[in-house]
C-alpha cells in the first residue's frame, strides 16, 4: 500500500461512517420533528466538534483567520445548507434512503466529472469515460 493510500484509507473510512450516519438518522426523522431546529442541533454539535478537533491537533488558532479565504468558506457553508435542507426535506417527501444519496451522488459526480477537466486541469483516461458511462446506466436501471 502507498503512503499516499495509507494515509487516505482512515479519512476514506470517516467519510463512509458520517455518510452512512447521516442518512440513516435524516430519514428516520419523524415528521413531527422540527426540520430546521434539527439542522441547527446538528450544526451547533458539529461546530463544537470541529473546534474539538482544531485544539487537539493545533490546526487553528487565531491567528490563522487572516489565512481563511471568506469567500469560499461562505460557499461552502451555502452548499452544505443546500445539501442539509434538500435531502431532509426530499427523505420528508418519501425519498427512499436507497435511492437518494445514491442517485444525488452519481449526478454530482457526472457533472463534477467534466468540471474537474476543464477548471482544475485533471487528467482523463478511457478507464474514467468508461466509470461515466457505468455511473449513466446505473442511473438508468435506478430510475425505472
Known amino acids: ?9 482512515p479519512w476514506f473510512v470517516v467519510i463512509i461512517a ?11 426523522l419523524d415528521d413531527e420533528d422540527n426540520a430546521i431546529g434539527t439542522i441547527v442541533v446538528a450544526y451547533g454539535t458539529g461546530v463544537v466538534l470541529l473546534v474539538l478537533f482544531a ?7 487565531t491567528s490563522d483567520r487572516g489565512s481563511i479565504d471568506w469567500l469560499r468558506a461562505c460557499l461552502v457553508g451555502l452548499g452544505v445548507t443546500m445539501i442539509e435542507m ?6 420528508r417527501y418519501g ?25 482544475f486541469r485533471e487528467g482523463v483516461g478511457v478507464e474514467d469515460v468508461a466509470g461515466c458511462a457505468l455511473v449513466l446506466g446505473g442511473l438508468y436501471l435506478l430510475a425505472r
Open 1 to 9: 500500500m502507498s503512503d499516499r493510500v495509507g494515509a487516505l484509507l
Open 18 to 28: 458520517g455518510q452512512l450516519l447521516y442518512h440513516l438518522v435524516l430519514k428516520g
Open 55 to 61: 485544539l487537539l491537533t493545533g490546526s487553528f488558532s
Open 86 to 91: 434538500g435531502f431532509l426535506m426530499a427523505y
Open 95 to 119: 425519498l427512499p434512503v436507497s435511492f437518494g444519496a445514491l442517485a444525488a451522488l452519481s449526478v454530482t459526480t457526472l457533472i463534477l466529472f467534466p468540471l474537474g477537466i476543464v477548471v
